[in-house]
């Protein structure tokens, strides 16, 4: 494989996970910034030029150079490993990090998977590979709050989301060029400190539970929230998660546009009875330009699922975070 095409002057960007939504929304994009190579399994669509993109009611077609994960090469040496894939993270880290073991050169990994166990598990999937050397690599935790939508619609892939797109970052020191990328390729940025990264995963799962119950049912977020049994759901949802984080010593961040920690405060004063009065004012808080938007629940293990088990590590009941959690994996035939 030869990458001659790549421009020496720029970082290099290795993104994994094209094909998917994420992936390919972000090598669409961070090609602004930086030299991309674009890394997936499932190529075929791209190839045969049948997947699109499309933002603020612009549509374009996905032309960038994508190989198989097979094809790929440590001769590439990219600054940054991108990795775009679904939990769990462990697999494809070790496939790409292997690759690296006697490199003198090892690319710094970029984190994007949703949940509170991405950083960790990359942390003791790089430590496999190279032992008390792992500290090396650096672990960048990204945080994407645009929602993105995939349809296929005779034969071709349509991957829809908004501009601008918001992004925060836990850990980047040391590596400002990551945030020059990003700033290049004109994403909204907020940038955290290592320290705050468990807290972050915590607060973006959040806003991921957001709408779950209303899509355990079939209800896009604005449909289950005009539904007071559903809505109910939702705020339950969303209390008994906040006492999970509470108990574990974990903490909510406010975000630009995505008022969490307040969002959070108000969750724990507030009878639930009292924010259905409410529920128009929600949709337009909460939502988020997600109302239409159909929740993913392939991540539910992740999602509902990560608050059931880590309630009962705890010994905290949540019965409704479990219900919800039952009845996708029912709807999923798990």
């Known amino acids: 494989?030869?990458?001659?095409?790549?421009?020496?002057?720029?970082?290099?960007?290795?993104?994994?996970?094209?094909?998917?939504?994420?992936?390919?929304?972000?090598?669409?994009?961070?090609?602004?910034?930086?030299?991309?190579?674009?890394?997936?399994?499932?190529?075929?669509?791209?190839?045969?030029?049948?997947?699109?993109?499309?933002?603020?009611?612009?549509?374009?077609?996905?032309?960038?150079?994508?190989?198989?994960?097979?094809?790929?090469?440590?001769?590439?040496?990219p600054d940054f490993i991108f990795l775009t894939t679904?939990?769990?993270?462990?697999?494809?880290?070790?496939?790409?990090?292997?690759?690296?073991?006697?490199?003198?050169?090892?690319?710094?990994?970029?984190?994007?998977?949703?949940?509170f166990s991405p950083f960790q598990e990359a942390k003791n999937a790089l430590g496999e590979?190279?032992?008390?050397?792992?500290?090396?690599?650096?672990?960048?935790?990204?945080?994407?709050?645009?929602?993105?939508?995939?349809?296929?619609?005779?034969?071709k892939i349509f991957i829809s989301y908004s501009s601008p797109i918001r992004i925060a970052l836990a850990n980047p020191e040391g590596i400002e060029d990551l945030i020059e990328i990003f700033k290049k390729s004109h994403f909204g940025v907020e940038v955290f400190p290592e320290k705050e990264v468990k807290n972050l995963e915590f607060s973006k799962l959040f806003l991921n539970l957001v709408g779950m119950a209303s899509a355990s049912r079939g209800f896009s977020v604005k449909d289950g929230f005009s539904n007071s049994e559903i809505l109910k759901e939702e705020i339950e949802v969303l209390k008994e998660y906040v006492r999970v984080v509470k108990a574990i010593g974990g903490k909510f961040l406010n975000f630009s546009h995505y008022p969490v920690k307040f969002l959070a405060h108000l969750l724990e004063l507030i009878p639930t009875n009292l924010f259905l009065v409410f529920e128009p004012l929600?949709?337009?808080?909460?939502?988020?330009?997600?109302?239409?938007?159909?929740?993913?629940?392939?991540?539910?293990?992740?999602?509902?699922?990560?608050?059931?088990?880590?309630?009962?590590?705890?010994?905290?009941?949540?019965?409704?975070?479990?219900?919800?959690?039952?009845?996708?994996?029912?709807k999923l035939n798990r």
């Open 1 to 77: 494989m030869c990458y001659n095409y790549i421009r020496r002057d720029m970082k290099k960007i290795a993104i994994i996970g094209i094909g998917g939504r994420t992936g390919t929304m972000f090598a669409f994009e961070l090609k602004k910034g930086a030299e991309v190579l674009a890394v997936g399994k499932e190529i075929e669509m791209i190839n045969q030029k049948k997947v699109y993109l499309e933002r603020n009611g612009r549509l374009e077609l996905f032309e960038e150079k994508v190989i198989k994960d097979s094809e790929f090469k440590e001769d590439f040496q």
């Open 129 to 155: 590979i190279f032992g008390k050397d792992f500290e090396k690599v650096k672990i960048v935790r990204l945080i994407l709050f645009n929602p993105i939508q995939k349809k296929e619609i005779k034969d």
């Open 282 to 330: 929600l949709v337009k808080i909460i939502s988020q330009k997600r109302e239409e938007k159909t929740k993913d629940l392939d991540e539910i293990e992740f999602y509902n699922g990560a608050v059931v088990k880590l309630g009962k590590k705890l010994e905290i009941k949540t019965p409704v975070n479990e219900r919800i959690y039952k009845r996708v994996l029912e």
């Open 86 to 115: 679904k939990n769990p993270v462990s697999p494809a880290i070790k496939f790409y990090y292997s690759k690296f073991k006697r490199a003198k050169k090892i690319p710094a990994l970029l984190i994007s998977q949703n949940g």
